[in-house]
């Protein structure tokens, strides 16, 4: 069992950076190595939709291409904590953010634990 907590949100001007962290609580010694962790995100009146993941080990890493570019995510298997740092951000990203732990997947059914979420806003 994977408990998970997002932590980073706030408001940011266009063009700016934000880190998101995602960090297992609970009885995780042993199990956060052995799940992928995402990123998804979902603004009012959307659908929640995909932005990266990253393989177990953190070898692999997968993102949306609406993000290409400007978002990097990574882990600390030690720390148990997953990070997601945003740069340029604009407007657009603006939205409720979620990590998740499961199968290195872009799908949201592929993940079987949530977080609660964190806002990330982008005034213009």
């Known amino acids: 069992q994977v408990q998970l907590v997002e932590s980073g949100g706030g408001l940011v001007q266009a063009g700016g950076s934000l880190r998101l962290s995602c960090a297992a609580s609970g009885r995780t010694f042993s199990t956060f190595s052995s799940y992928a962790i995402a990123w998804f995100r979902q603004a009012p009146g959307t659908e929640r939709e995909f932005v990266t993941a990253?393989?177990?080990?953190?070898?692999?890493?997968y993102y949306a291409d609406s993000v290409k570019g400007r978002f990097t995510i990574s882990r600390d298997n030690a720390r148990n904590t997953v990070y997601l740092q945003m740069n340029s951000l604009k407007p657009e990203d603006t939205a409720v953010y979620y990590c998740?732990?499961?199968?290195?997947?872009?799908?949201?059914?592929?993940?079987?634990?949530w977080g609660q979420g964190t806002q990330v806003t982008v005034s213009s």
């Open positions: 990253i393989s177990r080990s953190g070898g692999g890493t």
């Open positions: 998740a732990a499961g199968v290195f997947s872009g799908l949201a059914d592929s993940y079987n634990y």
